[in-house]
Protein backbone atom coordinates (compact mmCIF):
# COMPACT_ATOMS: atom_id res chain seq x y z
CA UNK A 1 0.00 0.00 0.00
CA UNK A 2 1.50 3.63 -1.17
CA UNK A 3 -0.52 6.20 0.42
CA UNK A 4 0.43 9.42 2.22
CA UNK A 5 -1.48 12.13 3.64
CA UNK A 6 0.13 15.75 4.77
CA UNK A 7 -0.93 18.56 5.80
CA UNK A 8 1.60 22.16 5.65
CA UNK A 9 2.07 25.31 4.01
CA UNK A 10 3.31 26.03 0.60
CA UNK A 11 6.65 27.34 0.50
CA UNK A 12 6.42 28.73 -3.04
CA UNK A 13 3.70 29.61 -6.00
CA UNK A 14 2.32 26.30 -7.61
CA UNK A 15 3.80 26.11 -11.02
CA UNK A 16 1.91 25.38 -13.78
CA UNK A 17 3.10 23.73 -17.16
CA UNK A 18 1.65 21.92 -19.95
CA UNK A 19 2.78 18.41 -21.22
CA UNK A 20 3.62 17.61 -25.12
CA UNK A 21 0.14 15.77 -24.91
CA UNK A 22 -1.57 18.87 -23.43
CA UNK A 23 -1.92 17.96 -19.65
CA UNK A 24 -1.81 20.15 -17.06
CA UNK A 25 0.78 19.23 -14.10
CA UNK A 26 1.58 21.72 -11.38
CA UNK A 27 4.24 21.16 -9.00
CA UNK A 28 4.65 22.93 -5.35
CA UNK A 29 6.50 22.15 -2.43
CA UNK A 30 4.73 21.23 1.16
CA UNK A 31 6.17 22.42 4.12
CA UNK A 32 5.06 20.10 6.97
CA UNK A 33 5.67 20.40 10.85
CA UNK A 34 7.40 17.70 12.50
CA UNK A 35 5.47 16.56 15.55
CA UNK A 36 8.63 16.47 18.16
CA UNK A 37 10.62 19.63 18.67
CA UNK A 38 14.43 19.49 18.30
CA UNK A 39 17.21 19.99 20.69
CA UNK A 40 16.51 24.10 20.69
CA UNK A 41 13.24 23.15 21.16
CA UNK A 42 11.48 24.51 17.89
CA UNK A 43 9.31 22.08 15.43
CA UNK A 44 11.82 21.24 12.35
CA UNK A 45 9.75 20.92 8.89
CA UNK A 46 10.21 18.71 5.95
CA UNK A 47 9.72 20.19 2.58
CA UNK A 48 8.13 17.66 0.08
CA UNK A 49 7.21 18.11 -3.36
CA UNK A 50 4.22 17.80 -4.55
CA UNK A 51 2.74 16.86 -8.38
CA UNK A 52 -0.70 17.68 -9.34
CA UNK A 53 -2.34 16.52 -12.36
CA UNK A 54 -4.86 17.89 -15.17
CA UNK A 55 -7.96 19.67 -14.26
CA UNK A 56 -7.00 19.81 -10.80
CA UNK A 57 -3.51 21.34 -11.66
CA UNK A 58 -5.17 24.31 -13.20
CA UNK A 59 -7.28 24.97 -10.36
CA UNK A 60 -3.91 24.48 -7.72
CA UNK A 61 -2.96 27.07 -9.53
CA UNK A 62 -5.54 29.27 -9.89
CA UNK A 63 -6.10 29.27 -6.00
CA UNK A 64 -3.46 28.14 -4.19
CA UNK A 65 -0.41 30.14 -3.61
CA UNK A 66 2.60 31.28 -1.41
CA UNK A 67 2.12 30.53 2.46
CA UNK A 68 -1.98 28.90 2.15
CA UNK A 69 -2.35 26.27 4.29
CA UNK A 70 -3.57 22.83 2.17
CA UNK A 71 -3.86 18.99 2.92
CA UNK A 72 -2.59 16.56 0.89
CA UNK A 73 -3.49 12.81 -0.13
CA UNK A 74 -1.72 10.87 -2.93
CA UNK A 75 0.98 8.10 -3.36
CA UNK A 76 5.14 8.49 -3.05
CA UNK A 77 6.92 7.90 -5.98
CA UNK A 78 10.58 8.14 -6.93
CA UNK A 79 12.22 8.67 -9.90
CA UNK A 80 15.58 9.10 -11.37
CA UNK A 81 17.50 10.54 -14.09
CA UNK A 82 21.17 11.80 -15.16
CA UNK A 83 21.76 15.66 -15.33
CA UNK A 84 24.16 17.34 -17.28
CA UNK A 85 27.10 15.98 -15.79
CA UNK A 86 26.07 12.72 -16.06
CA UNK A 87 25.30 12.38 -12.47
CA UNK A 88 22.45 10.09 -10.83
CA UNK A 89 19.72 12.63 -9.30
CA UNK A 90 17.15 10.80 -7.31
CA UNK A 91 13.70 12.68 -6.85
CA UNK A 92 10.71 11.38 -4.20
CA UNK A 93 7.70 13.29 -4.60
CA UNK A 94 4.01 13.23 -4.03
CA UNK A 95 1.18 12.61 -6.61
CA UNK A 96 -1.67 14.51 -5.27
CA UNK A 97 -5.06 12.49 -5.51
CA UNK A 98 -6.70 15.03 -3.54
CA UNK A 99 -6.10 18.29 -2.41
CA UNK A 100 -7.69 20.58 0.20
CA UNK A 101 -7.50 24.29 0.92
CA UNK A 102 -7.56 24.47 4.70
CA UNK A 103 -7.51 28.31 4.50
CA UNK A 104 -8.35 31.34 2.43
CA UNK A 105 -7.05 34.34 0.68
CA UNK A 106 -8.86 35.85 3.05
CA UNK A 107 -7.58 34.17 5.96
CA UNK A 108 -11.33 33.34 6.48
CA UNK A 109 -11.95 29.37 7.92
CA UNK A 110 -13.42 28.61 4.47
CA UNK A 111 -12.44 25.36 2.95
CA UNK A 112 -12.48 23.97 -0.76
CA UNK A 113 -11.54 20.22 -2.31
CA UNK A 114 -10.02 19.46 -5.43
CA UNK A 115 -9.94 15.79 -5.87
CA UNK A 116 -8.30 14.28 -9.52
CA UNK A 117 -11.64 12.33 -10.13
CA UNK A 118 -13.55 15.95 -10.67
CA UNK A 119 -15.63 16.40 -14.05
CA UNK A 120 -15.08 20.10 -15.58
CA UNK A 121 -17.85 21.54 -13.20
CA UNK A 122 -16.59 20.54 -9.87
CA UNK A 123 -13.63 22.09 -7.85
CA UNK A 124 -13.84 25.36 -7.56
CA UNK A 125 -13.85 26.45 -4.03
CA UNK A 126 -17.21 27.88 -3.22
CA UNK A 127 -17.37 31.55 -1.37
CA UNK A 128 -20.38 32.98 0.76
CA UNK A 129 -22.40 33.98 -2.71
CA UNK A 130 -23.04 30.32 -3.14
CA UNK A 131 -25.24 30.00 0.31
CA UNK A 132 -28.07 32.14 0.94
CA UNK A 133 -29.66 32.21 4.07
CA UNK A 134 -32.81 30.09 5.85
CA UNK A 135 -35.60 32.22 6.57
CA UNK A 136 -37.56 29.65 9.07
CA UNK A 137 -36.95 26.12 10.14
CA UNK A 138 -39.85 25.18 7.80
CA UNK A 139 -37.00 25.67 4.49
CA UNK A 140 -35.14 22.95 6.10
CA UNK A 141 -35.57 19.25 4.65
CA UNK A 142 -35.13 16.96 7.55
Known amino acids: ?17 YT ?12 VNRNFKNKDGKYDADFINIVVWRKQAENI ?5 KGRQAAVSGRIQTRTYKDKDDKTVYVTEVIANEVQFLDSKNSSNKVGTISNNLDESEGTPT ?8 EDDYDIPF
Request: proline share 5%.
Open 20 to 31: QGGDAVATFTLA
Open 61 to 65: ANYLS
Open 127 to 134: TDKDFFPI
Open 1 to 17: MNKVVLIGRLTRDPELR
